[in-house]
């Protein structure tokens, strides 16, 4: 590749891309983050195509995606890469994040790497949430109305700050139309901070399954992750395929293809299934301030987590206890997620109270006390 | 059930004017029949019965004549409270008709356009591409001549209800004499499959109401599968080709997968059958 380096732009795309060193004993799990990548494309490119027949205005822009999915050539299949799209590249990143959670990729060094892909996932959420407003749907409208509102726990001038984002008294074509633009917007600003995750990637380069440095066990990028990553492209478009051309709302709610109306609300406003374990904890607390609070402290304990950290060994393959936790916060995760979705009664409110508990308790629990445990016991065992 | 921030949300939300207020009290109290598809989650009904569509496996398509049938029975029944607003005449063309009967179909329906040369709106003969034309001029209309109910667009019924064209197969043969102790508002009817099961829609099917061309025998039931057959066809008017695109995309990504796999493991497995041996060399 000494060809390549005489040149510093081409040199630059050797060392970070064809003959960047990569740990050989990565596994599938490394793959994530390239898949997600590739999501944050497809989302774009669909984004673009459909931006061209949609129609940010209230009176037209329910129409105008039935237009899109009914006069556009092959309009359905832009708009079901889209909606699907997004769920896939929620699971994508879920995935990516749990990787890191079990491999202790946000263990020193690598803390600020941890912080930028956390940030990265909050503005994922906004964009998602911003654009599932788009379509102007029954839940599109009242999921706008209930999640702008939840500005209006500021003291004293809560109410005029949601009126603020709304742009008038109520959720209209001001706040549908700004919704358009900033959709547009945030995902620019996302791929930015994609280059930023790459760059502190870099600086560290990849963690991996052993947790430990591996200098002299390293291949280069090209062909070796290179190929792997693209079997993990051709698994996410295969799965992504069967669902957009054969199973393309089961991932919906019914409630999105009646336009917004104002004066009905619908029985149920539920979230997308990638906002469920956070609307979970949000409605667990019996209490508007709380609730809310709880929610964005269930967001901030993910930027916390690195510092959190007791462990002095990075992969659960070497913490036995740790690994035990992490899977029990998987579980819990899950169940989270479920949790919103049932109504809110005396038993389904006990079994929600309990998993948001475990949400938290992993954080704090796995993170300070787990570590400290499993040093303990090992040097325990070592001083005999 | 709301979380409290859905209810300040609602709260917030109707701190609009009193009239608007009414508005929606007044909707509201004037039928469930209204909001449908907004409580599907309600455990006040009946759970929807699911049927075998003929139409829902992976190399089925639409049944055409269902569709033609179920259009006859839209047009000679539904369509007298229900619009399907969403749908062109010429969308039929080479689903359900021909292109000289969708012609003729259309020139049977008036369409406002305009202005003419003198600044005058005018009614014509619809043509194909037109979309077809609803039974009311707006909502307030639909509602003074039913009772104060709405009957909802049937453009995207079945992708608007839990478990769609099951649904309303369900609802439209699911009439039945209330059960003792069921005391139903005047104008409405029960129905054990539509959430809160009082509907303002009475029974709208009757055995023989339509004559079928091709001679099937109009029973309720048949007639309720055609129409839903053909609302199944309004909602997702694209099905038949996203099946088709979808084995020709499917096999195309399980095709890269396979050479993916393969080309992953030509180039990984001099790495992964190296042997690495010790040999102490100051033994």
């Known amino acids: 590749m000494s060809r390549l380096n005489l040149n510093s732009i081409l040199s630059w795309v050797d060392s970070h891309i064809i003959d960047y060193p990569t740990a050989m004993n990565l596994n599938y799990n490394w793959s994530f983050g390239s898949s997600a990548g590739f999501c944050l494309v497809i989302q774009i490119l669909s984004g673009a195509f459909l931006a061209m027949h949609y129609a940010g205005e209230t009176h037209y822009a329910f129409s105008s995606v039935e237009h899109i999915m009914r006069d556009v050539k092959s309009g359905w299949l832009i708009r079901y890469m889209h909606a699907n799209g997004a769920s896939f590249f929620f699971i994508v990143v879920y995935a990516h994040i749990f990787r890191g959670l079990y491999y202790g990729s946000y263990m020193e060094p690598r803390q600020q790497l941890w912080w930028s892909g956390a940030l990265i996932y909050v503005l994922m959420m906004a964009t998602a949430f911003i654009g599932y407003v788009l379509p102007w749907g029954q839940m599109s409208f009242w999921g706008a109305t209930v999640i702008t509102s939840l500005f209006s726990i500021f003291p004293f001038i809560g109410k005029e700050v949601v009126m603020w984002l709304w742009g008038g008294f109520t959720v209209g074509n001001p706040t549908l139309n700004r919704f358009f633009s900033l959709h547009y917007l945030l995902p620019f600003i996302i791929a930015g901070l994609v280059f930023v995750h790459l760059g502190l990637l870099h600086k560290d380069g990849s963690n991996n399954p052993l947790g430990i440095k591996t200098k002299t066990a390293n291949v280069n990028f090209y062909p070796y992750m290179y190929v792997k990553d693209l079997v993990a492209f051709f698994v996410l478009l295969s799965v992504l395929s069967v669902v957009i051309f054969y199973f393309p709302n089961s991932l919906g709610d019914p409630d999105n293809y009646l336009e917004a109306d104002p004066y009905g609300t619908p029985a149920h406003i539920v979230p997308e299934w990638y906002f469920l374990p956070f609307y979970a904890i949000l409605r667990v607390i019996p209490n508007k301030v709380g609730g809310i609070l709880t929610m964005g402290g269930a967001i901030a304990i993910i930027f916390l987590y690195p510092l959190l950290n007791t462990s002095i060994l990075r992969s659960a393959n070497f913490r036995p206890i740790y690994a035990v936790v992490f899977w029990l916060f998987v579980a819990d995760f899950c169940l989270l997620a479920w949790s919103g979705t049932t109504p809110v009664d005396d038993y389904f409110k006990v079994i929600g109270a309990v998993v948001s508990i475990g949400y938290f308790a992993f954080f704090v629990f796995g993170g300070l006390f787990v570590g400290w445990l499993e040093k303990t016991l090992a040097f325990r065992a070592l001083s005999k | ?283």
């Open chain 2, 1 to 283: 059930m709301f979380s409290r921030a859905a209810m300040e949300a609602a709260r917030v939300a109707r701190s609009v004017p009193l009239r608007a207020r009414v508005a929606a009290a007044a909707s509201a109290a004037a039928g469930a029949a209204a909001v449908g598809g907004a409580t599907v989650l309600c455990d006040d009904a009946v759970h929807t019965v699911e049927y075998d569509w003929p139409h829902s496996g992976f190399l089925q398509t639409f049944d055409h004549a269902a569709i033609r049938r179920g259009w006859q029975v839209y047009r000679e029944v539904c369509s007298t409270c229900h619009s399907i607003k969403f749908v062109a005449f010429r969308n039929l063309i080479g689903v359900s008709h021909s292109e000289a009967e969708v012609k003729k179909i259309a020139a049977e329906f008036e369409v406002e356009d305009g202005p003419n040369d003198e600044g005058e709106m005018f009614e014509r003969p619809a043509k194909p591409s037109d979309r077809i034309p609803g039974p009311y001029k707006n909502e307030a209309s639909a509602r003074a001549a039913n009772n104060g109910a709405y009957p909802p667009d049937l453009s995207l019924v079945v992708k608007g209800r839990h478990l769609g064209h099951h649904y309303v197969m369900s609802l439209l043969t699911g009439y039945t004499e209330a059960p003792v102790g069921k005391d139903l508002l005047p104008g409405l009817h029960y129905n054990p499959y539509f959430p809160g099961t009082s509907i303002s829609m009475p029974p709208p099917l009757m055995d023989g109401q339509v004559e079928y061309p091709d001679g099937t025998p109009a029973t309720v039931s048949q007639m309720s599968k055609d129409v839903t057959t053909f609302l199944a066809w309004c909602a997702e008017p694209e099905m038949d080709e996203r099946k088709r695109m979808g084995m020709k995309w499917c096999s195309a990504m399980f095709l890269g997968l396979a050479l993916s796999m393969y080309y992953k493991r030509f180039r990984w497995s001099p790495l992964k059958t190296r042997k690495i041996t010790y040999h102490d060399i100051n033994r």
